[in-house]
């Protein structure tokens, strides 16, 4: 039920680009994506909803395929501040609000 | 921006002892939730909460879980007899006027730490 990410873990240069998928074994209602620092608590990114509505940062854009129950993360031109681990949040109930997280993608950009 | 609030931030208590946990949600926001971290690893749903009801709880959140909404502003989440394993990383969210399709904010935590 838990969905998967990958990669575990992704080491760029500043200005580089990277994407980190999340794939669902059910039906998802939406995809949410959250990035968490060292000790902080988990900062909303942005949300996919089915029908291809989005919702979040300015900086950074995401798919979500419906059919294929995936989601990805395009991070282009990555900066220092984007460093820490990337969670993505799979609604499957429709209803409650309930988020099942995956394991988490840890990103480190260097200078 | 408005924010969700947890206190206190860090907790330490003896095994089979109580504890409460308090959040104090995004004022206007109708649905809140707990989640749970431990060290290292993903962030785990506990329980929703809506209207004054549980709207869903994992398997995680046993007899020994319960969730409150004392006032109009407040949100706990009791533990009444910890276990060693409770250790963790306990955060607070909330979210606005509908369960889906709404972003979900979490507050900065607690960290429990059971002896």
């Known amino acids: 039920q838990q969905p998967v990410q990958s990669p575990q873990a992704v080491i760029l240069r500043e200005g580089e680009d990277a994407v980190i998928n999340c794939s669902s074994s059910?039906?998802?209602?939406?995809v949410h994506w959250y990035r968490q620092k060292h000790g902080e608590a988990p900062v909303f990114l942005m949300i996919?909803?089915?029908?291809?509505e989005q919702k979040g940062h300015e900086k950074i854009s995401a798919s979500f395929n419906e059919k294929k129950q995936q989601s990805s993360l395009y991070l282009t031109a990555s900066q220092l501040s984007y460093s820490g681990t990337y969670f993505c949040?799979?609604?499957?109930?429709?209803?409650?609000?309930?988020?099942?997280f995956g394991q988490g993608t840890t990103l480190q950009v260097k200078p | 921006e408005p924010e969700v609030t947890q206190t206190p931030s860090h907790q330490v208590t003896q095994m089979g002892q109580e504890v409460i946990l308090r959040c104090v949600p995004i004022?206007?926001?109708?649905?809140f939730y707990w989640y749970r971290q431990i060290l290292g690893q993903k962030v785990e749903f506990l329980v929703s909460?809506?209207?004054?009801?549980?709207?869903?709880k994992s398997e995680i959140f046993d007899d020994q879980f319960s969730v409150e909404r004392p006032d109009g502003s407040n949100f706990t989440l009791k533990i009444r007899s910890t276990k060693l394993e409770d250790s963790a990383m306990y955060f607070c969210?909330?979210?606005?006027?509908?369960?889906?399709?709404?972003?979900?904010?979490f507050g900065d935590g607690t960290r429990l730490s059971i002896l």
């Open positions: 969210a909330s979210s606005g006027d509908r369960a889906i399709n709404q972003p979900q904010h």
């Open positions: 059910k039906a998802l209602y939406s």
């Open positions: 996919l909803l089915k029908g291809g």
């Open positions: 949040g799979t609604d499957v109930s429709g209803n409650t609000g309930k988020l099942i």
């Open positions: 004022s206007n926001h109708l649905y």
């Open positions: 909460f809506y209207n004054n009801e549980i709207s869903e």
